[in-house]
């Protein structure tokens, strides 16, 4: 009888992903059979906002994160607008949505070429290079000196790397090698097309509660357009390309990283009619079903915190402590004990996926882009896959691809709409004693931000739950796993030495443990 061996592996810190983020795995004869995702930092943006003028928290939420902070000033500000019983107008609802579809096309370019093509592509591959173009005839050479240093820690961002089982054909390589290289440009003009109407990137501050204070002109309307003309065509050409090659060439990641399966999304960008482009709903057990905010609670049984009041929900005027250093101590040291500071959000007691993959199944069942769903249907009958493979590491990026084509969509309509010369913006009074919240969907998924007021017009809670603290939940007072812990459980590893297939994992996510400790 083959002996069973058991390992224990462990990934700390997740590099390419923002914040500090610990992963591990238990893993029998090659598979893993347990996983734990722990972020390892404590923020505290929650409880530093009581006290402010509600207004505030549009621009410091957005501290909780350097690579989306337009979500957490767009959250923040319909949070409020719901408290004032507001909404903007034509100018304040489209510029809004220019400033955010911008920054989100920039994350989808980020998210594939600098922060996960590396988990697929072979960077040697560029030793074989013998055209004519500058840029790879430089990292070519760059590559070759890494190579010959025999250093230990070869220079990031392109090595050090594991170990393990790349892109063969060549082709695929140099074109996504040439893509990521292009990609860097295209993301510092997709941040000046933030600027124009956000004033700058990152941490944009005209989105307020009211609108966008911003008055468009002409000149700035037509730069906007330029720079959507250059993102779309990255976009739909080598984007898309490379994306389906390596989706292609690693198909079996379509099955890989499933999880629960269970996906929950927000509504996003929405019209003039008041309908999103992107549809809100959660999926269960393949099931669509309409959203239900008083179903979202957190548990903090394995968080780092001395209290753990059950099912926790927003606003609902319980105060989390942080464990001391003896408490924290203590819970490293029980088998059974905390170990995260993200806390674990539920949908009805259900772990559940945000994220790409969420919001495009979700607006595909609601049916409300049927663009969107021709899109879906064109690229499975391509690829061969169906809407159940859409939670899966080659799915998630997938999904990304096709937000980012429906954007474009949404950018057009807005661009088309906005009236030069008339302010997207109109003040009103902060509301005293009120409560609202503001849904939105981050790049990394569903986004919520939840405001109460005091009676002098002053914060006196507030609360956010942000797409990495659904997916990297910890396990709750059920025992049941965190999304991303699910999803670990049953990879196969080639070489626990480089375990390459947690990284594709993990990362496919796009896990921001800032955001998900705030």
């Known amino acids: 009888m083959e ?21 591990e795995t238990e893993v029998d004869s090659q598979q893993v059979t347990s996983a734990r995702c722990s972020s390892e930092m404590f923020r505290g943006i929650e409880r530093a906002l009581i006290g402010y003028d509600a207004r505030a928290a549009q621009q410091i939420t957005q501290r909780v994160c350097g690579v989306c902070p337009y979500a957490h000033a767009e959250a923040a500000a319909l949070a ?40 697929f592509i072979d960077i040697t591959a560029v030793l074989q290079y013998q055209g004519a173009d500058k840029a790879l005839r430089g990292l070519r050479a760059w590559v070759e000196g890494e190579i010959a240093s025999q250093r230990v820690w070869p220079a990031s961002p392109f090595l050090p790397r594991y170990q393990a089982s790349y892109a063969q054909d060549i082709d695929l390589n140099i074109s996504a090698i040439k893509g990521y290289l ?41 730069r906007y357009a330029r720079g959507l003309d250059e993102a779309e065509a990255f976009i739909q050409e080598r984007y898309a390309s490379d994306l389906i090659a390596v989706g292609q060439a690693f198909s079996a990641y379509f099955q890989e990283g499933k999880g629960y399966g269970d996906l929950l999304s927000y509504p996003f960008m929405k019209r003039d009619d008041g309908v999103p482009i992107f549809s809100s709903g959660v999926t269960i057990n393949g099931q ?5 905010l008083s179903q979202i609670y957190e548990d903090s049984k394995y968080a780092y915190y001395k209290d753990h009041p059950d099912h926790l929900k927003p606003l609902s005027g319980a105060q989390l402590t942080p464990m001391d250093a003896s408490a924290f101590e203590a819970a490293h040291r029980a088998a ?18 945000v994220g790409p993959a969420a919001r495009v199944v979700n607006t595909y069942h609601a049916g409300i882009n049927p663009t969107l769903n021709a899109r879906v249907d064109a690229i499975n009958q391509r690829l061969g896959i169906s809407l159940t493979d859409y939670p899966s590491v080659m799915g998630r990026h997938l999904s990304r691809y096709l937000t980012a084509s429906a954007i474009i969509d949404a950018l057009r ?66 025992g049941l796993m965190g999304p991303a812990e699910r999803m670990l459980v049953g990879a196969r590893l080639a070489d626990t030495d480089n375990p390459i297939e947690l990284a594709r994992i993990l990362r496919a996510l796009d896990p921001c443990m800032a955001c998900s400790v705030h």
């Open 288 to 292: 669509h079903q309409r959203l239900d």
């Open 336 to 353: 059974d004990g905390a170990y995260t500071w993200t806390r674990a959000p539920r949908y009805g007691g259900r772990p559940m996926e």
């Open 413 to 478: 309509h807005s661009l088309s709409q906005i009236q030069p010369g008339v302010s997207g913006f109109e003040p009103h009074e902060i509301p005293k004693g009120a409560r609202g919240v503001g849904l939105t969907e981050a790049s990394r998924g569903a986004l919520g931000h939840w405001i109460e007021t005091d009676e002098a017009g002053y914060i006196a809670r507030y609360e956010m739950i942000v797409p990495t603290t659904w997916n990297f939940a910890p396990r709750d007072g059920a």
């Open 3 to 23: 002996e069973r061996r058991s390992k224990r592996v462990i990934i700390d810190p997740v590099t390419r992903v923002e914040g500090h983020l610990r992963v």
């Open 80 to 119: 409020l607008e719901d408290a004032m019983g507001i909404k903007p107008n034509p100018n304040g609802l489209h510029l809004r949505n220019l400033i955010v579809g911008a920054y989100q096309l920039q994350d989808a370019l980020l998210h594939f070429y600098a922060l996960c093509a590396l988990d």
């Open 182 to 222: 292009d990609a860097l440009p295209m993301m510092a003009n997709l941040h000046k097309m933030v600027a124009i109407f956000g004033a700058k990137a990152p941490h944009p501050v005209t989105i307020e509660a009211g609108g966008v204070t911003v008055t468009p002109t002409v000149n700035q309307l037509a």
